[in-house]
C-alpha cells in the first residue's frame, strides 16, 4: 500500500511539468469576463453615464463618474493583461479590489447565492429570508408564462429561474485573482515568463 502511494506521489510529481495549465486556464477563463465587463463601463459615453448614474443613486458611491473609469479601466486593462499573461500579479491587485467593492456594495444585500434555491445549502447564507420569497415569485412566473406563453418553448434551453444576485460570483472572481497573484502569469504562455528570462532576478 505504502509503495503504491509512493508511485502515486511520483506521478504527480512528474505531473508538476504541466503546471503552467493552472494559471493559464485560469487567465483565460477570466480574461473575456472582465474585459466584457469593463466595456460595459467604459466602452461609449452612453455607459459611461448610465453606470455612473447607477453607481450614484443605487450604490450611493462617491465620485461616480471617477468610480467608473476606475472600475471600468481596471477591468478592461486588467482583462487584457490577463489574456496576454502580462504583469499579471501587478492587475490581479486592482481586479481584486474591484472585486471586493462589487461585492460589498452591488452584491452584499443579496445573500450568498447568485441564483435562488429551493432549500438552504450553504450555511454562510444570510439571507434565508430570500429563499422563500424567491420560490414564491419563480412560482408565480411560471404560472403566467404557462397561462400566457408556450412554457415549453421558453424553458427548453434552460430552467426559468429567478436572479437573487448575491456575492457568491464576486467571491469566485476573487479567489481567482487570489490564486493568481500567487501563482503569477505561469510559464510558457504569458508575456511575464519570458520576461523573467530576458531580466532574471539576481
Known amino acids: 500500500m505504502i ?16 503546471d503552467f495549465l493552472a494559471p493559464l486556464l485560469l487567465r483565460i477563463f477570466l480574461a473575456p469576463i472582465m474585459i466584457y465587463a469593463g466595456l ?9 453615464q448610465n453606470t455612473a448614474l447607477w453607481f450614484e443613486h443605487s450604490l450611493n458611491l462617491p465620485f461616480p463618474t471617477l ?25 490581479a491587485i486592482p481586479l481584486m479590489i474591484t ?9 452584499w444585500e443579496n445573500g450568498w ?15 434565508t429570508d430570500l429563499i422563500e ?11 403566467v408564462l404557462r397561462e400566457h406563453a408556450n412554457y415549453r418553448y421558453l424553458s ?18 476573487f ?8 501563482l503569477g502569469a505561469g510559464r510558457y504562455v504569458s508575456v511575464d515568463y519570458y520576461l523573467s528570462l530576458m531580466f532574471p532576478k539576481e
Open 156 to 173: 427548453e434551453t434552460g430552467s426559468i429561474t429567478i436572479l437573487k444576485n448575491g456575492i457568491e460570483v464576486a467571491s469566485a472572481y
Open 113 to 127: 447565492h447568485q441564483f435562488h434555491e429551493a432549500q438552504q445549502t450553504m450555511p454562510w447564507e444570510w439571507r
Open 67 to 91: 468610480m467608473v473609469y476606475l472600475a471600468g479601466g481596471a477591468e478592461l486593462i486588467g482583462g487584457i493583461a490577463l489574456l496576454i499573461g502580462f504583469a499579471v500579479r501587478w492587475f
Open 175 to 182: 479567489i481567482m485573482l487570489l490564486a493568481l497573484f500567487y
Open 133 to 143: 420569497e424567491g420560490n414564491k415569485r419563480k412560482d408565480i412566473v411560471k404560472n
Open 3 to 18: 509503495s503504491v502511494i509512493k508511485n502515486i506521489n511520483l506521478l504527480f510529481d512528474k505531473l508538476s511539468a504541466l
Open 40 to 48: 460595459s463601463k467604459v466602452g461609449s459615453q452612453e455607459s459611461i
Open 99 to 107: 472585486m471586493v467593492v462589487a461585492a460589498t456594495t452591488a452584491h
